[in-house]
């Protein structure tokens, strides 16, 4: 496998990399702020006894 | 086995969260199998020098469960409405949050499509327009449901944005026909052979199927959440079933 050839993508690197990355970014930002909410809310919970 | 049992938010809480790690370990697996086929088997196969292609695995799922997702959130909503069930109306929010980010990712990887492809990051086009619009129900829907302090009242006005915004999603599908647009028509088709190879084809179909698990993962945790923020006066959350 030839890294530098594969990250490049023929020259559409910044495309196919770019598309990616958005879905990582939202798809993970979604997951970690979810977690988050769901800590919070439980911590009310847990508060209130 | 009583189904009706779980439209009830105290039911359906704990089952929810005994269901959520069956969705979410094997979305995780379909998604690496996906970018593993696409990457590393699809390109051997296709033997394309024009590697932008890569993009349709994310785009195309993306923008189907952007529409998927609109869909099932107007029947639930409207379910909601109709027959008083908080629960379905819980769906309808919790499927709101997950149908707007897909309909986004949809739309930029859609421009990161079109720039070197079509030669323009956007245009105002039938297809991606109307995606667009897609994206602003998703946003009118989420923002009037947060502007109504009563959440019945929240899910009612709601209701109405969603069921009435369905009609734009067979635009988008149809849109490419319809109109004569600079976005190229349906990748696949029913009834007709495709115009990609086998492996593409699969790592297209395995990346929507990971989309649908991830989808029914977060979609359940939400839900869980909302219910939780809701019924913090009912019994059963002060009992302390959280």
């Known amino acids: 496998m030839n890294w530098p050839e594969f990250f490049s993508m023929g020259g559409y690197g910044l495309y196919v990399w770019g598309s990616y990355l958005t879905a990582l970014i939202v798809l993970g930002g979604e997951v970690v702020l979810l977690m988050r909410r769901m800590k919070s809310c439980k911590r009310i919970y847990r508060d209130r006894e | 086995m009583n189904w009706y049992k779980y439209s009830s938010p105290s039911a359906f809480y704990p089952l929810a969260g005994k269901m959520?790690?069956?969705?979410a370990i094997p979305a995780?697996?379909?998604f690496a199998l996906a970018l593993y086929i696409g990457f590393f088997v699809a390109p051997a196969m296709a033997g394309d020098q024009n590697q932008v292609y890569h993009i349709?695995?994310?785009?195309?799922?993306a923008a189907w469960m952007g529409m998927f997702l609109y869909v099932l959130m107007a029947i639930y909503a409207g379910i909601g409405w109709a027959f008083n069930a908080r629960l379905a109306s819980m769906m309808a929010s919790s499927l709101s949050i997950t149908?707007?980010?897909?309909?986004?990712?949809?739309?930029?990887?859609?421009a990161f499509w079109g720039k070197p492809t079509w030669g323009t990051w956007w245009a105002w086009d039938a297809r991606i327009t109307s995606t667009l619009i897609l994206l602003f129900l998703y946003i009118g829907f989420i923002s009037?449901?947060?502007?109504?302090?009563?959440?019945?009242?929240?899910d009612r006005a709601g209701a109405v944005?969603?069921?009435?915004?369905?009609?734009?999603?067979?635009?988008?599908?149809?849109?490419?026909?319809?109109?004569?647009t600079l976005h190229q028509g349906a990748t696949i088709r029913l009834l007709e052979k495709p115009k990609m190879t086998g492996a593409m084809l699969a790592a297209m179909f395995i990346m929507l199927a990971?989309?649908?698990l991830y989808s029914i993962a977060v979609v359940l945790i939400r839900l869980r959440c909302i219910i939780l923020e809701r019924e913090q006066n009912a019994a059963w959350v002060a009992e302390g079933a959280a």
């Open chain 2, 28 to 30: 995780a697996i379909l």
């Open chain 2, 56 to 61: 349709i695995f994310i785009h195309v799922a």
């Open chain 2, 161 to 180: 944005l969603a069921i009435v915004g369905v009609i734009n999603v067979p635009i988008i599908y149809f849109s490419v026909q319809w109109w004569n």
């Open chain 2, 210 to 212: 990971a989309c649908w």
């Open chain 2, 20 to 23: 959520i790690p069956w969705f």
């Open chain 2, 144 to 154: 009037l449901q947060s502007a109504i302090d009563d959440p019945r009242r929240a």
């Open chain 2, 99 to 110: 149908g707007a980010l897909f309909t986004l990712i949809s739309l930029v990887t859609g």
